[in-house]
């Protein structure tokens, strides 16, 4: 047995610490966020420019140069000073350039204030697969609300997990991304629902000139991982000049798939029992039949295996396991005959075979194929106004390869009692049933390996959106905004290798598939079985939304503005499932179809009451369709004692609008469940009661209340001297109402220790155990309607340092420092108290088992030598606990209370649990390191090291979205040292 292979030394720790010491004297570049600002102070805010608390980017500095202004995120007003009392970070095409990272997606992702419930491109299993969605302050996709432009993109078709709504990121050109400004705050009294965690908004450029383009490609030290990129922009026209441009963009992505049997171990297999964990107790293996196949779950294998069973003829669905029966190998030589390596077992529950399915099948990353084209025309309008118009095609196309499906499942039908029967539909005995003479049908275990399991997403988006700004009156003291943006996402989901209830009904009573030796089947068959499977689904928004604003009259600290405003939207969703009439087995029961529209009205009053002291107030009404309306209130307050100090906070209240999936819709998800020790020692230790997956089924409720929230934010930024600024910002946030599925795993537990389940939650049991026929059956679903009713308390703390110090001769050294730190995180759940979650795994279902670290933060150095830049970029996420209170009860670490606990194993006949495998989940850390020339004015090569000291995963056996490590967290510490070349070019 060998030990752990993850712990990380002191060594290891120590070398880390020394590297980016090392790192940090090449210098930095603004982070995310909050850098060193370069344009002078406005004339009316003393100290503006020298207490910004975000980075300006390149427009925004002219602008201030030049008295012209900017909207920036969470305020109606243009302005020349982008400092607001609410905080917000930038992040500009030059950060992302000098980070190398590959997709605004992983950008956005990078966000130290993201946390648990985001969704990362490597969790293949989820619903959205593919999809890609950020969640600010851990409070889920669904509280943070995405802008494009400062205007409302469609949904993505898909809801994360059947329920939360959410914007997939993968639908951002990135070729024309100007910056992407993130509030860190509540903003509903501006944007509506859905702000409770804050706001991401992605600016695009206005106005390109020449043409430029870029090409890239990159493989992993391991020589896989490949992906490629290509951009190319054209434009023509001078705003200033000219008084128009326009551009046309388009770009493509592609990255290679990457298999699980490509890493090493243990993130290469789901065998975990050379792990000693003391005491004569290993790690689990968790192979498909180590131990003999379970009557309650899937349990096969690639090698056909049947048992003895009664069954009433005519119904091949109604057989049970006779007890005593032992297994017997169906398969044509054997374990070893198929096609797959299946590794035999002999005892005295008979002969079966044991496989590694994730070793064998499964995808760490998927197959992905991105590109799209952006027109963009802005034109002024007279001297006063500016109009532009723009639009976008995008498609993302995501290939996954799956393990081959089983015949036994309960979803949606109940196949686990699946039998050969005695005798076929031409009434003569089945050859494929070695126990026909005797009347007896044999219960099988199987999967169609000879089939293959795929699945094709294609995700086309279409988005128009044009508007016109402009000021009038006399002094020019009126301004107006009006915008409109139509969105539209289709989505095509190709499937093979699901199973055909009808066709496979057909196949095993006329006896035509040959399950002895799969190799003789024919396409014909196969397809009888299997066909191809096609669903689609499409989502839309339509957004109309118009601003006037006016300086009624001058404070001592400047003009007092007010701005209102009007917004009507149209949201849609039409996700039928994709499994109409139930004819596939394993597509999950999921659907929303519905439609609403919002009308709303906001205003904002901007009183700079001193010199020293501005205070704003805004306000916004939802009226939505479906029966609700809702006020949402805020004031903020920047107190600027001297040019050096500023001192900021704010008061909100927000909201979160049922989501269509919620209200409308129907979801049935699954968990990985283990039994509790006392019902698996109960039992024997047999196969029974091994991790399955327990079902969860939610059902939509129209009459669910909006979720509120209340915020409040409270911080300071301080710039000693113009090359050093440094901000701190403490939010708090409360949600109440909550809306969520009280059907959890925590509920399976209390049904199996035989205690009272609460109004409304129902089980649906599994078949008993033929074994312990008078032991009470393990659960098979936790049925239950979405409600509200729990609340969410949530705090922390963001932290910027920057610096940008000329060094002389044209040397400069610039460095940025970003974190949050979570200082709570609890749920209260009424009927099961306060749950904990902070530096857990939890929350374990909405956040999809990512967990809710303590600790994120990013550091961005950058040494520029004339035409030579070295970047170093550091990523921080610490360590959690590997149990979650919503898993299997209120935290700790003794046997069974982790999803992954140690066994100690009776051969391989039965397993006794014992202590968690891992308590503690590791912290990771990891640098990229992009170098670039500038050759000249037209070209610029560069050289990308992503994860430069080759980080590993933190192994993590507890979470689901990866195997053996967390990918919301630790992706590349899973691809591990990989290198990207490019060029740049612009004429």
């Not at 290679?256 to 065998?271: D, I, S």
């Not at 989505?491 to 030796?517: E, K």
């Not at 006392?678 to 230790?685: R, T």
């Not at 409600?787 to 460095?815: E, F, M, R, W, Y």
Request: proline share 6%; with cysteine.
């Amino acid at each position: 047995m060998t030990k752990n292979p993850f712990e990380i030394s002191k060594a290891r720790l120590l070398t880390g610490a020394a590297t980016c010491a090392v790192l940090l004297s090449l210098g930095a570049t603004p982070a995310l966020a909050q850098t060193a600002p370069t344009a002078p102070a406005d004339a009316n805010t003393p100290g503006a420019a020298a207490i910004q608390t975000q980075s300006a980017p390149a427009d925004a500095q002219a602008n201030a140069e030049t008295g012209q202004d900017i909207v920036v995120t969470g305020t109606l007003f243009r302005r020349t000073n982008t400092e607001t009392p609410s905080p917000v970070s930038v992040i500009t095409a030059e950060n992302i350039a000098a980070r190398g990272l590959t997709t605004t997606a992983d950008v956005i992702q990078s966000i130290s204030a993201g946390n648990g419930g985001s969704i990362p491109q490597g969790f293949g299993n989820a619903f959205a697969s593919g999809a890609q969605g950020v969640s600010l302050r851990g409070l889920s996709t669904n509280s943070t609300l995405v802008l494009f432009d400062g205007l409302r993109p469609a949904y993505y078709p898909l809801a994360d997990d059947g329920q939360r709504s959410f914007v997939d990121l993968n639908t951002i050109p990135g070729a024309i991304v100007e910056r992407i400004e993130t509030l860190r705050d509540g903003a509903s009294s501006t944007y509506g629902a859905d702000a409770v965690g804050g706001v991401v908004n992605v600016i695009l450029k206005k106005e390109i000139k020449g043409v430029s383009g870029n090409v890239e490609g990159g493989i992993s030290e391991r020589g896989d991982a490949g992906q490629q990129r290509a951009r190319l922009t054209a434009g023509y026209g001078d705003l200033a000049d000219q008084g128009f441009n326009f551009y046309v963009s388009g770009e493509y992505q592609h990255q290679n798939a990457l298999f699980a049997n490509q890493r090493e171990f243990p993130y290469n297999t789901k065998n975990l029992s050379s792990i000693d964990a003391g005491g004569g107790f290993t790690g689990a293996n968790g192979n498909t039949n180590f131990l003999a196949p379970s009557t309650s779950a899937s349990s096969s294998t690639t090698a056909a295996v049947v048992r003895p069973a009664t069954y009433t003829p005519g119904n091949i669905l109604s057989g049970v396991p006779i007890v005593g029966g032992q297994y017997q190998v169906l398969q044509q030589g054997g374990c070893a005959g198929a096609a797959q390596t299946n590794i035999a077992h002999s005892n005295v529950n008979g002969q079966y075979c044991e496989q590694d399915l994730i070793n064998q099948y499964s995808q760490i990353l998927p197959d992905q194929t991105r590109f799209g084209g952006t027109a963009h025309l802005t034109a002024n309008i007279g001297s006063n106004a500016q109009a532009y118009l723009t639009g976008t095609f995008y498609q993302s196309i995501i290939f996954q390869q799956r393990t081959p499906s089983s015949l036994r499942s309960n979803n949606p039908a109940y196949t686990f009692g699946l039998v050969l029967p005695a005798n076929l539909s031409n009434g003569t005995l089945n050859p494929q049933n070695p126990y026909a003479a005797t009347g007896q049908g044999a219960l099988i275990f199987y999967r169609f390996g000879d089939i293959a399991s795929t699945l094709k997403n294609t995700s086309s988006t279409y988005r128009i959106a044009g508007g016109i700004d402009g000021k009038f009156g006399g002094d020019n003291s009126w301004a107006y905004t009006l915008h409109g943006t139509y969105m539209r996402t289709n989505l095509t989901q190709d499937r093979t290798g699901n199973i055909n209830i009808a066709g496979l009904t057909s196949a095993i009573n006329n006896g035509t598939y040959n399950f002895v030796d799969p190799t003789a089947n024919s396409a014909a068959v196969r397809s009888l079985i299997s066909p191809n499977q096609q669903s689609k689904a499409h989502s839309e928004t339509a957004e109309v939304q118009g601003i006037l604003t006016h300086a009624l009259f001058d404070l001592p600290g400047g003009p007092l503005n007010l701005g209102v405003g009007g917004e009507f939207r149209y949201e849609n969703i039409y996700d039928p499932t994709p499994n109409p009439g139930s004819q596939f087995l394993d597509i999950n029961a999921f659907s929303a179809v519905g439609h609403r529209f919002v009308t709303s009205g906001f205003f904002e009053l901007n009183a700079p009451v001193l010199k020293q002291l501005e205070v704003n107030l805004s306000g916004r009404y939802d009226h939505y369709s479906t029966g609700f309306g809702r006020f949402s209130p805020k004031v903020g307050a920047k107190f600027t004692p001297i040019r050096q100090l500023a001192i900021r906070g704010t008061y909100s209240q927000g909201f979160r609008a049922p989501s269509i999936p919620e209200t409308s819709g129907n979801v049935v998800g699954f968990v990985n469940y283990t039994p509790p020790a006392a019902v698996q020692a109960a039992h024997g230790g047999n196969s029974y009661v091994g991790t399955y997956s327990l079902g969860l089924n939610s059902v939509g409720n129209a009459n669910l209340k909006p979720e509120t929230s209340r915020s409040f934010t409270g911080g300071a930024v301080f710039q000693p001297v113009r090359w050093l600024s440094l901000t701190m910002d403490y939010y708090n946030i409360h949600k109440k109402d909550l809306i969520y599925n009280p059907a959890d795993s925590t509920y399976a537990n209390t049904y199996m220790n035989g205690g009272a389940l609460p109004t409304g939650i129902t089980i649906t049991p599994n078949p008993a155990d033929p074994s312990f026929p008078a032991l009470r059956p393990t659960p098979a679903f936790v049925n239950a309607a979405y409600i509200n009713g729990q609340s969410l308390q949530t705090s922390g703390i963001d932290g910027q340092i920057s610096a940008s110090v000329p060094l002389g001769s044209g040397i400069k050294l610039t460095s940025a420092l970003e974190g949050t730190l979570v200082l709570e995180y609890k749920v209260n759940t009424g009927i099961n108290g306060v749950y904990d979650y902070l530096g857990t795994l939890g929350p374990y279902n909405t956040t999809s088992a990512s967990g809710t670290p303590r600790w994120r933060a990013n550091w961005q150095n950058t040494l520029e030598a004339g035409a030579y830049s070295l970047t170093a970029t550091t990523y921080f996420t610490s360590g959690y606990k590997g149990y979650a209170a919503d898993y299997n009860g209120v935290g700790s670490c003794g046997p069974n209370d982790t999803p992954a606990s140690s066994y100690l194993y009776n051969g391989d006949l039965s397993r006794r649990a014992g202590n968690a495998l891992q308590c503690t989940v590791k912290h990771f850390l990891s640098v990229d390191l992009n170098g670039s020339v500038k050759v000249n004015d037209k070209f610029t090569f560069y050289a990308i090291v992503q994860n430069l000291f080759d980080a590993h995963a933190p192994f993590d056996p507890n979470t689901y979205g990866g195997n053996n490590y967390n990918p919301a967290w630790a992706a590349s510490g899973i691809i591990g040292r990989s290198i990207k070349a490019g060029a740049n070019f612009k004429f």
